[in-house]
């Protein structure tokens, strides 16, 4: 046989590393993405004389569709009267949130995330806008989607799941 008579052989397949997506690799993946996400919540706390409950609660204010009302917040955080009340003391202490009586029904109070303290936070959180938005480059659009479709049901189911006793 000469070299132009031998088979010509397809090249080997790169060896790749398996992929992984059972339950605990999923649980390690979100418990520490959880965990250096509130690396920098309890700094941004810790740098505005804050509990890290109230930097969930201007989180909450920041992303609701409509400004809340302290009741709507003590729902969402799951909390009492009274730790939503000290939580928006401390935020409005701190220059924060504002309490506002906006409705025709005085009783009515929505939050508001102050712009100056709002833009204090977008400084604070800047690194991790920059890391999503250097993986997000890294993914194409049909990736992300499957991404985001996965955090938003994890996040439709969990905010249903309540701890035994509440």
Do not use: W
Not at 49 to 64: E, K, M, Q
């Amino acid at each position: 046989m000469t070299l132009a008579e031998e088979p010509v052989r397809p090249p080997a397949p790169e060896p790749t590393r398996p992929v992984v997506t059972d339950l605990h690799a999923f649980a390690v993946a979100l418990r520490r993405m959880n965990g250096e996400i509130n690396r920098l919540v309890h700094a941004f706390a810790a740098d505005h004389g804050l509990h890290a409950t109230d930097v969930l609660a201007l989180a909450a204010i920041l992303d609701a569709p409509e400004p809340l009302t302290p009741g709507r917040l003590r729902e969402h955080l799951g909390l009492t009267s009274g730790a939503v009340t000290a939580c928006l003391d401390r935020l409005e202490r701190a220059g924060h949130v504002r309490r506002v009586r906006e409705s025709p029904d005085r009783r009515v109070v929505h939050l508001h995330y102050v712009p100056d303290a709002k833009s204090a936070a977008r400084t604070h959180f800047r690194p991790l806008a920059d890391v999503t938005a250097s993986v997000r480059s890294g993914f194409s659009e049909d990736e992300l989607s499957v991404v985001l479709r996965f955090l938003a049901a994890m996040n439709e189911q969990l905010s249903a799941v309540r701890a035994p006793g509440r």
